[in-house]
């Protein structure tokens, strides 16, 4: 069945350092990927999201690439702050958003 | 604010207990899902209805049940409560084929 796998955190930076989040999938056929953040004690926002192979989504300087030959929708951003501080959760939808599946989230933290 | 609210914020109940958490979708979203999240089981899928109909059924327990009513507010009923049903309960709603929005969570702390 459809998965996704992120890493395993909790990941600590300074302050304007580049974060690289993994995120890595496993699907029948030809989902949808997003990046979904949770700031403390808030439920669950969209970050970005691409629905097809090469799409990049981009939001608030964070961005990801959909990589159909890696099956890898990775997040990134080139100077992280304070405020990113939160959780990161990689997710897949496929046949119309009714099955969609989450990572296991990585705690972000960054440090002034 | 994602447009999704959810009531209670907290709730706090004893083992054995029922009780019934609320979710208002955003307007015009006919899709509501019911999310569980622990610390030790993350983030889990529990239901999805379309317009009043389920849609989709997840890891849900047999004491748990939901309903979307025909104003697509939705209902989570949990009964004979355990202390490992304490989690943050997430809704969320989309539009067909759009991704869910959230919205803010309840607390669910059974002692």
């Known amino acids: 069945g459809n998965s996704v796998t992120q890493m395993e955190g909790p990941v600590t930076l300074s302050e304007e350092a580049f974060l690289t989040i993994n995120c890595t999938y496993t699907?029948?056929?030809?989902?949808?990927l997003f990046w979904y953040v949770q700031y403390p004690g808030e439920g669950l926002q969209l970050l970005l999201k691409a629905t097809k192979a090469d799409d990049k989504g981009s939001n608030k300087g964070f961005e990801a690439t959909y990589r159909k030959e890696t099956t890898s929708f990775h997040l990134e951003k080139g100077s992280v702050q304070v405020s990113d501080s939160a959780v990161y959760f990689c997710a897949l939808s496929e046949g119309g958003n009714n099955d969609m599946r989450f990572g296991a989230g990585t705690r972000l933290t960054v440090k002034p | 604010d994602s447009g999704v609210t959810q009531t209670p914020k907290h709730l706090i109940t004893a083992t054995g207990q029922r009780v019934t958490l609320r979710c208002s979708p955003r307007?015009?979203?006919?899709?509501v899902y019911w999310y569980q999240q622990s610390l030790d089981q993350g983030l889990q899928f529990l239901i999805q209805?379309?317009?009043?109909?389920?849609?989709a059924k997840g890891n849900i327990l047999e004491r748990f049940s939901a309903q979307q009513f025909p104003d697509l507010h939705s209902e989570l009923n949990l009964s004979s409560l355990e202390l490992g049903d304490s989690a943050l309960y997430f809704c969320?709603?989309?539009?067909?084929?759009?991704?869910?929005?959230f919205g803010p969570g309840t607390r669910l702390t059974v002692l």
């Open positions: 969320a709603s989309s539009v067909v084929g759009g991704p869910p929005f």
């Open positions: 209805y379309y317009n009043g109909e389920e849609r």
């Open positions: 307007s015009g979203d006919l899709s």
């Open positions: 699907a029948t056929g030809y989902p949808s």
